[in-house]
């Protein structure tokens, strides 16, 4: 925009509001920066670049972060100097529009995959979870066998944790434990008295 008024932009058929053109350039009142602009159906960043004394804005969809196109609209201000014809600036335009909408399509779509990978994680550990709770409160396990389910569930366990799960008397509890920790199985940490397996 110079003064105003749209002069480049692509793609041809992009409709920028006149209200949305005037607010932009006031907000830059003719400095460097860049202002990103939120309406209720416009979402834009821009730059002023004070030399050319033109703004450059890039419209992006409604939950685009402005913050993530900063790169883009700096290289485009790069390019205004490399191309001062008209002709040869729009093709830069749509080679930079092109390229940054692959890249951040592919971000997109590497997010949303770890996301689900993410979230397809979380539903094993719940399922092992919930697994080693039925393992751990079924009648057929030793005292030994349930210890160690609850270690491999939790970081570490103190005595009194383990003894509220694994229904046994004190005395044999603590000569299990002894046993375990002897045969360098499980490992006791007397700063923080707490139990743990031994990887």
């Given at each position: 925009m110079i003064g105003g008024t749209v002069y480049l932009k692509y793609p041809e058929d992009l409709e920028i509001p006149e209200?949305?053109?005037q607010q932009i350039q006031i907000s830059h009142n003719f400095s460097?920066?860049?202002?990103?602009?939120?309406?209720?159906?416009?979402?834009?960043?821009?730059?002023?670049?004070?030399?050319?004394?033109?703004?450059?804005?890039?419209v992006l969809d409604k939950y685009d972060e402005g913050n993530d196109?900063?790169?883009?609209?700096?290289?485009?201000?790069?390019?205004?100097?490399?191309?001062?014809?008209?002709?040869?600036?729009?093709?830069?335009?749509?080679?930079?529009?092109?390229f940054s909408l692959n890249v951040f399509r592919t971000r997109d779509e590497v997010?949303?995959?770890?996301?689900?990978?993410?979230?397809?994680l979380?539903?094993?550990?719940?399922?092992?979870?919930?697994?080693?709770?039925?393992a751990i409160n079924s009648d057929h396990l030793k005292v030994?066998?349930?210890?160690?389910?609850?270690?491999?569930?939790?970081?570490?366990?103190?005595?009194?944790?383990?003894?509220?799960?694994?229904?046994?008397?004190?005395?044999?509890l603590e000569g299990v434990l002894e046993n375990l920790v002897k045969n360098k199985i499980v490992e006791y940490d007397s700063t923080n008295n707490t139990y743990f397996l031994n990887f």
């Open positions: 209200n949305i053109i460097e920066s860049y202002i990103i602009t939120e309406e209720k159906d416009w979402n834009s960043v821009s730059f002023y670049n004070a030399e050319k004394e033109i703004v450059i804005v890039l196109y900063l790169i883009v609209l700096a290289e485009f201000n790069r390019e205004l100097y490399k191309y001062p014809n008209e002709e040869d600036l729009k093709v830069q335009l749509e080679r930079i529009f092109q997010i949303a995959k770890l996301s689900n990978e993410v979230a397809h979380k539903m094993k550990v719940y399922d092992l979870e919930k697994k080693f709770e039925r030994k066998s349930r210890i160690l389910f609850l270690l491999a569930m939790h970081d570490d366990l103190t005595f009194n944790e383990i003894k509220k799960q694994v229904k046994t008397s004190k005395r044999w």
